[in-house]
């Protein structure tokens, strides 16, 4: 089967990157990248034996590059920072490095960063209140790929037919890798529903997905009357997929750093410098920059390496059935009813109305009379009669 039409070369590029890793399951990640196992081998066997250049139709591929000896460095370099104007001395000094290695810089030396600097002042290309010393701080980070996703939307913007713009995006903690980035109509439960089930068919699930507490995912300001915690369908849903949903601080925005630091790097490299005809254009725009941002830009966090160099997919597979949870024989079951209630030694405890006509389980605590309720794994609250 072919690649899918929508950004052909950003499929190949991310499929190799992923597929070149020690111990990668190569079958699987074809079939979640919908190609036969003949065309993933053989772009794998092109991307190991030529780099980038082996990744591009061969038909297309030009066989000289005439002009390219006579060209000046400094022209190189301005260059490279005309299509990234974002990028600064050490992402380019790492990507000449790469195009060094992959036959695409044809120049025996490679300029350093503080030589590289000087070439983009020299040529107007850094303003002066952007030459700042950044300061060094203490990152934090999970040890593997999938055990945290930070998903958020970015603020919304006006498209040129007058519609709003609402990019849902999502970013692996450990490898900084960009699992999604949607041009969604917009913020609505099933809106984020089902650009996740596409995510979780091609990456798989996580283990825990960090929000804000706002809608659609969380309930600020919903809690009942009597402080019961309150869910939403969404956060049941993700339960049910045992992936615990984690809410940041309220008004704390620091807490998801990585998706705030992704946001602005989505405004300062593509929002600020071009206007979308619709959400079909600005989607086609959000995969190719997607694909640059993954596979090809250096990270700074990452010592200069790219996400896709960090990340894999996940072994938690997304089931496209929901099959019923089972609990043990010796919890005391309950069904919810419409109010979100249900009756336990003569008492109605209120439990969610997210959970309505579900059934949840009551264990025993080690301290007299009190019982946890649990939904599936997920401890809902303590009671004590």
Known sequence: MPFIELSIMSQRIEFCMLASKTGSNISDLCQRFNITRRTGYKWLRR??????????????????????????????????????????????????????????????TVPCKNTITKILKRNGLIPENRSKQSKNF???????????????????????NKKLCHPLTITDDHSRYNICLT????????????????????????????????????TTGNNAADGVRSYTAFEKWL????????????????????????H??????????EQFRDHGHCQKRFDTWREKYNCIRPH???????????????????????????????????????????SFKNKKIRVSKAFRNEIVALKESQKNNTFEIYFCNQLLRTITL
């Open 264 to 273: 602005r790097t989505l405004k300062q490299e593509l929002i600020n410098y």
């Open 183 to 218: 041009a969604c109509k917009n913020q609505q439960e099933i809106t984020v529903r089902e650009a996740l089930i596409n995510v979780f068919r091609k990456y798989g699930l996580p283990y825990m997905l960090l929000t804000d507490n706002g809608s659609p995912w969380g």
């Open 300 to 342: 700074e966090a990452l010592d200069f390496k790219t996400p896709a160099e960090f990340y894999k997919p996940s072994n938690k597979y997304y089931p496209e059935r929901i099959k019923p949870f089972e609990y043990n024989l010796t919890d005391k079951k309950r069904k919810v009813c419409e109010k979100g209630l249900i």
């Open 47 to 108: 991307y190991l034996d030529e780099g980038l250049i082996g990744l591009e139709d061969k038909s297309k591929r030009p066989k000289t590059f005439p002009n390219q000896t006579s060209e000046n460095i400094d022209q190189y370099i301005v260059g490279l920072r005309n299509n990234d104007p974002e990028w600064g001395a050490k992402k380019l000094h790492k990507i000449i490095y790469k195009h060094k290695e992959q036959g695409m810089y044809a120049y025996p």
């Open 138 to 160: 203490e990152r934090f980070e999970y040890d593997y790929p999938n055990e945290l996703w930070q998903m958020d939307y970015k603020g919304y913007f006006r498209l040129l």
């Open 239 to 262: 339960i049910q997929l045992n992936v615990k949903l984690i809410h940041g601080r309220p008004y704390h925005p620091q807490t998801q750093g990585k998706e705030e630091r992704f």
